[in-house]
């Protein structure tokens, strides 16, 4: 089970950092994604298992910094100088393998959090 925290409302130029907790160990790879009203679901980054590499969505690249800490279950993801559409419901994602060979592709994410909402707004 994943759970997502540390979403909000952020003005402009912000910076906010979301959250995603494991009830387990997990050693394969986790991805966020966003879905913004009337919008496909995109991927915005994915950090691989225990000592592996990130990918960053070309519309967060240099913005996005994702991490994560295995002792305590979880995977962050902190976002700066946000924008307007960055606002989007935000989901975290367990892959099928170790690593992010396949992401943004959204099938091979296998379990999925419930999301939460970040609103960018003056």
């Known amino acids: 089970q994943l759970v997502e925290s540390g979403g909000g409302l952020v003005q402009p130029g912000g910076s906010l950092r979301l959250s995603c907790e494991a009830s387990e160990p997990i050693s394969d790879a986790i991805g966020w994604f966003r879905r913004a009203p009337g919008k496909e679901t995109e991927g915005v980054s994915c950090?691989?298992?225990?000592?592996?590499?990130?990918r960053h969505a070309s519309s967060v690249r240099g913005r996005s910094t994702i991490s994560r800490d295995n002792d305590k279950n979880i995977v962050n993801l902190q976002l700066d100088n946000l924008r307007p559409d960055d606002s989007a419901v935000y989901y975290c994602?367990?892959?099928?393998?170790?690593?992010?060979?396949?992401?943004?592709?959204?099938?091979?994410?296998?379990?999925w959090g419930q999301g939460i909402q970040v609103t960018v707004s003056s």
């Open positions: 950090i691989a298992g225990r000592g592996g590499g990130t």
């Open positions: 994602a367990l892959a099928a393998r170790i690593d992010c060979r396949y992401f943004p592709a959204k099938g091979d994410f296998v379990s």
